[in-house]
């Protein structure tokens, strides 16, 4: 058994933002999905121990148990040896810090909470409802907005040019599930930088290792 677990579920996109960090920093860790809440649902006492807050995902190492993101992939890689998940000069760390801010604050809102997941679980009243459409293309209209400037500093490869850093790890896959959803790909279309960013984080290992193989609810929510 690893002495690194992290507690989440498959389908949650900061859960693999995680174990994308494990991978990449190339260290072996527990995947624990045991009486993990779904979506939406009350959370398990398995959760609410470790996280007051119910949510995943959640890591422990030995006798430390850590929740929040950008709280674990620090520590991970902080505390590992392998490569590093950050911008080396000061500057730059301070401009990591400012996106994954941004990818929790705003990314997460705007791409997941207020786009897929009201499309997801749309019922079929919903769905013929004209305020339903108002909002999500309102909401369509915010993420074209926030891929824009994406696209800009997505100019030179990655968030930091050839290092795939933290903040990668978080949006990326947050683009995974925009991808599957109506409008999606024509949003990511139109930002060439993020498309081209897309690509090469669906042909890396670590996120083919941790591919949510989204269901036919999803892939066919529109």
Request: proline fraction near 8%.
């Given at each position: 058994?690893?002495?690194?677990?992290?507690?989440?579920?498959?389908?949650?996109?900061?859960?693999?933002?995680?174990?994308?960090?494990?991978?990449?920093?190339?260290?072996?860790?527990?995947?624990?999905?045991?009486?993990?809440?779904?979506?939406?649902?009350?959370?398990?006492?398995?959760?609410?121990?470790?996280?007051?807050?119910?949510?995943?995902?959640?890591?422990?190492?030995?006798?430390?148990?850590?929740?929040?993101?950008?709280?674990?992939?620090?520590?991970?890689?902080?505390?590992?040896?392998?490569?590093l998940?950050?911008?080396?000069?000061?500057?730059?760390?301070?401009?990591?810090?400012?996106?994954?801010?941004?990818?929790?604050?705003?990314?997460?809102?705007?791409?997941?909470?207020?786009?897929?997941?009201?499309?997801?679980?749309?019922?079929?009243?919903?769905?013929?409802?004209p305020?339903?459409?108002?909002?999500?293309?309102?909401?369509?209209?915010?993420?074209a907005?926030?891929?824009?400037v994406?696209?800009?500093?997505?100019?030179?490869?990655?968030?930091?040019?050839?290092?795939?850093?933290?903040?990668?790890?978080?949006?990326?896959?947050?683009?995974?599930?925009?991808?599957?959803?109506?409008?999606?790909?024509?949003?990511?279309?139109?930002?060439?930088?993020?498309?081209?960013?897309?690509t090469?984080?669906?042909?890396?290992?670590?996120?083919a290792?941790?591919?949510?193989?989204?269901?036919?609810?999803?892939?066919?929510?529109?």
């Amino acid at each position: 058994m690893s002495e690194l677990m992290i507690i989440g579920m498959p389908r949650s996109s900061l859960t693999r933002t995680v174990r994308i960090a494990c991978i990449e920093k190339e260290i072996p860790f527990e995947f624990s999905t045991r009486n993990v809440q779904l979506p939406g649902q009350r959370a398990t006492p398995e959760v609410s121990n470790r996280n007051p807050f119910g949510k995943v995902p959640v890591l422990v190492h030995g006798k430390l148990v850590l929740y929040e993101t950008a709280a674990i992939c620090r520590y991970i890689d902080d505390t590992f040896s392998g490569p590093l998940l950050r911008p080396v000069h000061i500057g730059k760390i301070a401009l990591m810090n400012q996106w994954i801010s941004l990818a929790m604050t705003r990314l997460d809102q705007n791409i997941i909470r207020n786009f897929v997941i009201p499309m997801v679980f749309a019922d079929t009243k919903q769905r013929h409802d004209p305020g339903f459409a108002v909002r999500m293309k309102q909401m369509g209209d915010l993420i074209a907005h926030d891929l824009a400037v994406l696209d800009d500093a997505y100019v030179d490869g990655w968030l930091f040019g050839d290092r795939f850093t933290i903040p990668d790890m978080m949006i990326m896959p947050m683009l995974h599930y925009l991808y599957a959803m109506p409008g999606g790909p024509e949003m990511i279309e139109n930002a060439p930088n993020v498309k081209t960013a897309f690509t090469r984080f669906k042909a890396r290992s670590s996120a083919a290792q941790t591919d949510p193989l989204l269901p036919d609810q999803i892939l066919k929510s529109a």
